[in-house]
């Protein structure tokens, strides 16, 4: 079919007469353009639908700005250090380093400093490779755009087209901006990652009165991929006034400090009152006992040092980054370092219908005839129109999957699907002889049928069964399938030409069903997804009857399904509370998902989002977690914390899994911390409130420090118990608070004990006894992550190697440390052998209570779920 236009459309009559500069420099609509007419855009744009000259196009460029997104925001490379650096635990680290140096404990503050260094360098160097995901942007939009400029088309880059422009769009071309059609031939745009909707959808110049994106059949939309034909288009908004440009103007928002983010800030900020007030009341109660200010000031600062968990950052870094190779294996791409928690924290997972609980691929789901039997003659002759003629639209690929035989076949001439008609012919000889096939929609396709096929025989078409084929085709659009029509005739074997005038006295053969089905996977990740703790919710830009079939189909609660109208009415309280008992959505738009989104969080729900269409921008962005896959558009991978290599739910579910690892082994870190070394701490401070001398030299409390911390480098590789991974689970600062004032003052009672045996039993001189306590404290410190690194008897679950080769190794030197030369450096006196056995005595016994008191201890250390919104503001 010829295209009707060769270099320009028809003026419209009484269309405004195109000034030299627009109207305005903002558009602004009362109403979505598309239910405008062309004469009514002409006017708002101040415009003619002939096209612009090169002068106008200039003027209105230099008016409304190139069409394209402003870059999204990028801090720089010491923005990035210094936000890093003013995180409280890393500020905390970077006082104490300059104290101790300050103070000749330049070793010591060497090595905070260079440890708090090393943790800030692998975070940003891991955050700063995934900022060229964002150059994935401008790959997303055509290079080049068909205009029409001094009454011809000429080829313009994109960011050149301006509002008022005429644009040609063909089959294959992306479209460069949003434009209402002028003209169209046979018309079809791919609009799966704008709206959601998988089917091509059909473009025409009639006016539309629908308010939503997916039913603006006369807008051409930037981002579409244009299938068939060719288009005409009126160009009504470029750059962020776009549909596209909307939903890429997320990646510019400010990005919210994330759950993990925010709950270790809690944790710095916790550890650093805690801190203060500690050193606080040492150095001010030394003072007024009159100990030399000096000495009373460097024992506050070696306090200090022992408090704060300078290793955390880098445990914590090192644990994520570890699991990021974790999930790359398990074909999952990791962004931002901190979204690794954030997954195995989440307690909902929102996620588009179309290309993660779909294919995005068009299947036939059936062939039936009007008995509503299964028959395969539709579809068989359905796939030898499609082969034979060549079509290359969603449906007839579908048919063509079948891979009838063909061979005996050939197509002698063709009518093709003629999109004003909707329907299409072709004329075919077989082994059945000449016949005619005709394929299309069922509307289009019934008024010309005058027979039926039965099993019995060729029998009359009338209004009872055409009745019949439209009850048929509700049913399917009610289990979310699309139907055509097939219906035939036979033909004298001389014909070698069809007209639409042949197309009557047709034979009824069937329906052909299609769908975008689930993919088989789905039903059970959702339900592991369940069981682990992790509710899903459908967010789609589809039609609400197909959102509900599918959501059925994979076990969603599909009772009830929200439209974006829906959604539009319900204020932010209403929305709140229906968001709990809602599993699926459709026809939203973009916002209507973010808002979604934010009801949920505001509900204490950490939310993650699945999604690859530019139109999934927003809410990406807006999510706690933002997923997307290596195939989604490039806005929807610049707005993402995370790429699935594989777009399967199994592929989250593992990455859940490992997010809830990773906490596990950080959360052990802080759990030692919580444990021995607040609790020796603690007990230092009593003791110097007491004894005539300090219970450890400020230089063998560093050396305590830094041994404590080489026998935990091992924690990130260590195992997890299944337990620990079976719920979402975050920070929650009265559990630890818990956990510390559980097991710290076990930690001093034990030492307190060794001070009574010490200075009672053993009557240890100064050296002695310094030496002593710190071979205790050491042993206590370290041999109790085997306790408390499981909830479980530590004899049945073994920790990894390298946590026992750590450990080891550090209580090894710890142990030989005062009866090598290198203990003189430090002050230290080996003790007498029966003050030894003492010591190890008290060692078994405290190890034996941290057992027994562990279960009680960490008992509320996980935030469940049915709690998760308490906690949060406990965060």
């Known amino acids: 079919m010829a295209f009707p236009f060769a270099r320009k459309p028809p003026e419209i009559p009484n269309a405004a007469v195109e000034p030299r500069r627009p109207a305005r420099s903002n558009i602004s609509w009362k109403a979505p353009f598309w239910t405008l007419t062309i004469g009514e855009l002409c006017g708002q744009l101040g415009c003619r639908s002939s096209g612009l000259t090169n002068a106008e196009a200039l003027a209105r460029l230099a008016t409304y700005g190139p069409n394209a997104d402003a870059a999204a925001r990028q801090p720089g490379l010491v923005r990035a250090i210094v936000r890093r650096l003013l995180e409280p635990l890393s500020l905390i680290l970077l006082v104490a380093g300059t104290v101790s140096a300050a103070t000749g404990d330049t070793t010591g503050g060497a090595i905070i400093v260079a440890i ?69 031939a046979a018309f079809t745009a791919n609009e799966a990652a704008l709206t959601g909707e998988p089917y091509p959808v059909d473009k025409t110049p009639k006016r539309s009165t629908g308010l939503t994106p997916s039913q603006a059949s006369n807008a051409l939309f930037r981002g579409a991929v244009a299938q068939t ?145 299964d028959d395969p003659r539709p579809a068989d002759l359905g796939a030898i129109a499609a082969i034979l003629g060549g079509d290359r639209g969603a449906l007839d690929a579908a048919l063509a999957a079948r891979r009838p035989d063909v061979s005996g076949w050939r197509a002698t001439a063709k009518c093709s699907f003629d999109y004003s008609r909707r ?61 055509i029509a097939i219906a035939s005739k036979p033909v004298e074997p001389t014909q070698d030409k069809i ?71 319900l204020g932010d309280d209403a929305l709140a509370v229906r968001v709990r008992q809602v599993d699926a959505y459709g026809r939203l738009t973009p916002d209507q998902k973010s808002r979604l989104i934010k009801a949920l969080q505001a509900s ?31 806005v929807a991978q610049a707005a993402a914390d995370m790429i699935l290599l594989e777009s399967h739910l199994e592929v989250v579910a593992d990455g859940v899994g490992e997010g809830r690892r990773t906490f596990a082994n950080i959360l052990k870190y802080v759990r030692m911390g919580a444990s021995s070394n607040f609790g020796n701490m603690l007990s230092m401070a009593a003791a110097s409130l007491f004894l005539p001398f300090l219970p450890m030299a400020p230089t063998q409390i560093l050396l305590n420090n830094l041994l404590y911390d080489v026998s935990e480098i091992g924690i990130p ?84 190697p390298l946590l026992t080769a750590s450990t080891l190794c550090a209580l090894a030197v710890a142990m030989a440390a005062p009866f090598t030369p290198i203990g003189k450096w430090f002050g230290f006196q080996p003790p007498p052998l029966e003050v030894g056995l003492g010591l190890g005595f008290l060692v078994g016994i405290y190890l034996a209570s941290a057992e027994l008191l562990k279960r009680y201890a960490v008992g509320s250390i996980r935030r469940q779920v049915s709690t998760s919104s308490a906690m949060r503001t406990t965060a």
Not at 124 to 138: H, K, M, N, V
Not at 606 to 632: C, E, F, M, R
Not at 723 to 750: K, Y
Request: glycine share 10%; net charge neutral.
């Open 604 to 634: 204490g729900e950490v939310v993650g989002y699945l999604g690859d269409g530019i139109n999934d921008a927003p809410a990406l962005k807006a999510a706690h977690i933002g997923l997307s896959v290596a195939g989604a558009s490039g």
């Open 229 to 373: 034909g060719e288009a005409l288009g009126l160009v009504a908004g470029t750059g962020r006034m776009t549909l596209f440009g909307a939903a890429a103007s997320a990646l510019n928002q400010p990005t919210e400090v994330s759950p993990f983010e925010r709950d270790l800030r809690a944790f710095g900020l916790l550890t650093a009152r805690l801190t203060i007030a500690l050193v606080l009341v040492v150095l001010a109660t030394h003072v007024l006992f009159g100990r030399p200010v000096l000495q009373s000031l460097l024992f506050a600062v070696a306090l200090a040092v022992g408090l704060t968990p300078e290793l955390l950052p880098m445990i914590t870094t090192v644990t994520l980054s570890r699991g990021a190779v974790r999930m790359a294996a398990r074909k999952v791409i990791v962004k931002r370092l901190a979204s690794i928690h954030d997954l195995g924290a989440m307690t909902v997972l929102c996620t588009d219908k179309t290309g993660t609980l779909t294919s995005a691929e068009i299947a036939l789901a059936r062939s039936f005839s009007l008995s509503g039997e």
């Open 499 to 569: 007209a639409p005038t042949d197309e009557v006295d047709l034979v009824f053969e069937g329906l052909c069903a299609f769908a975008d089905p689930p993919k088989e996977s789905a039903a059970a990740a959702i339900a592991g997804l369940a069981a682990a703790g992790v509710k899903l919710r459908v967010l789609s830009g589809d039609d609400p009857v197909v959102v509900q079939h599918l959501a059925g189909l994979v076990g969603l609660r599909a009772e009830t399904v929200l439209s974006g109208a829906d959604v539009a009415k």
């Open 423 to 483: 329907l299409g012919s072709i004329l075919v000889a077989g082994p059945s002889g000449a016949l005619l096939i005709v394929k299309g929609a069922p509307e289009a396709v019934l008024p010309l049928c005058g027979s039926v096929r039965l099993p019995a025989g060729v029998a009359s078409f009338g209004p009872q069964e055409h009745a019949a084929v439209l009850k048929q085709m509700r049913a399917l659009a009610q289990d979310g399938l699309r139907s």
């Open 717 to 800: 590789f260590d195992t997890v118990r299944p337990e620990a991974v079976a719920r979402p689970q975050v920070w929650d600062m009265h559990a630890l608070i818990r956990f510390a004032a559980v097991m710290g003052p076990l930690s001093s009672v034990f030492d307190l004990l060794t001070f009574g045996l010490l200075l009672t039993a053993f009557h240890v001189s100064v050296p002695q006894f310094q030496t002593a306590w710190f071979l205790e404290s050491m042993a206590t410190q370290i041999l109790v992550i085997f306790i408390i690194r499981t909830n479980g008897r530590p004899w049945r679950d073994a920790p990894r």
């Open 116 to 184: 708090l260094g090393l943790s800030i360098g692998l975070d940003t160097f891991q955050e700063g490779q995934a900022s060229r995901a964002a150059a994935a942007l401008r790959a997303s939009v055509a290079l080049k755009a068909e205009v029409l400029r001094d009454g011809s088309f000429v080829r313009v880059a994109v960011e050149d087209v301006v509002p008022g422009d005429v644009i040609r769009v063909r089959a294959g071309d992306i479209v460069p901006a949003d434009a209402l059609v002028l003209e169209c």
